[in-house]
């Protein structure tokens, strides 16, 4: 069973610019999430996908979005690049049960972006 | 804030020892689950011990879960160089609900000397 899928693995772009990463997971898996690692702030959430309706969103500025598609698969973008911006963007999936609500979530290698 | 809270930060042991790692959280969870990093690459997923479960196994694992005192540990047994790396726990806060998402501490640096 193929795991979650990140491209591309690493990415350096100029402050001001956009970049968008892409996901995709289990195959199976309806729910993705995005995460954000930096040194600092370690890992945070930046929100949650189910179904092409994102269900929960964390605490970033309004230059962070996502969506998902019908096949599931997933991007997320950041407009108007900054210094501090600079992290490992991690996506995960998993399963999500009626009886029982989300599974293990799976992560992938991750999108390491590096903004000058 | 950080719901899950590693402890120790760092931890230096030599190889067939065993290493313990305990978190804290703060608030009621689902499920807790335990991951491992290796340096700047994707989390590993370990394990996933459920709120109403006390104690898990896999393999060199062995997970507890204490929901009143909000607090797990992960022991590893009979270390390897190879499980060198970070861990961390997360936290699922919602039960079933629309609005999944972990939470995570700051992990332990666990180094296994050869």
């Known amino acids: 069973k193929a795991g979650v899928t990140q491209t591309p693995r690493y990415l350096i772009k100029t402050r001001g610019q956009q970049v968008t990463l892409s996901c995709s997971p289990i195959s199976g898996h309806r729910s993705v999430s995005w995460y954000q690692q930096t040194p600092g702030q370690g890992l945070q959430f930046l929100f949650e996908y189910f179904s092409e309706t994102q269900r929960n969103k964390g605490n970033f500025p309004g230059r962070f979005s996502g969506r998902q598609f019908s096949n599931s698969r997933s991007e997320m973008n950041v407009s108007t690049l900054e210094l501090g911006d600079s992290a490992l963007y991690l996506c995960a999936s998993s399963l999500w049960i009626i009886s029982g609500g989300n599974t293990e979530a799976f992560f992938g290698q991750g999108t390491r972006l590096t903004v000058v | 804030s950080q719901q899950g809270e590693e402890d120790p930060q760092a931890l230096s042991i030599q190889e067939g020892e065993n290493a313990t790692m305990n978190c804290s959280y703060k608030?009621?969870?689902?499920?807790l689950q335990w991951y491992r990093q290796n340096s700047g690459r994707g989390l590993v997923h370990l394990i996933l011990?459920?709120?109403?479960?006390r104690e898990k196994h896999s393999g060199r694992l062995r997970v507890t879960l204490d929901t009143s005192k909000k607090s797990s540990s992960l022991l590893i047994t009979a270390s390897r160089a190879a499980d060198t790396a970070s861990y961390f726990c997360?936290?699922?806060?919602?039960?079933?609900?629309?609005?999944?998402?972990?939470?995570f501490g700051k992990g332990t640096l666990l180094t296994v000397n050869p």
């Open positions: 011990i459920r709120s109403n479960e």
């Open positions: 608030t009621s969870i689902n499920n």
């Open positions: 997360a936290t699922d806060a919602n039960s079933g609900g629309s609005n999944y998402k972990l939470t």
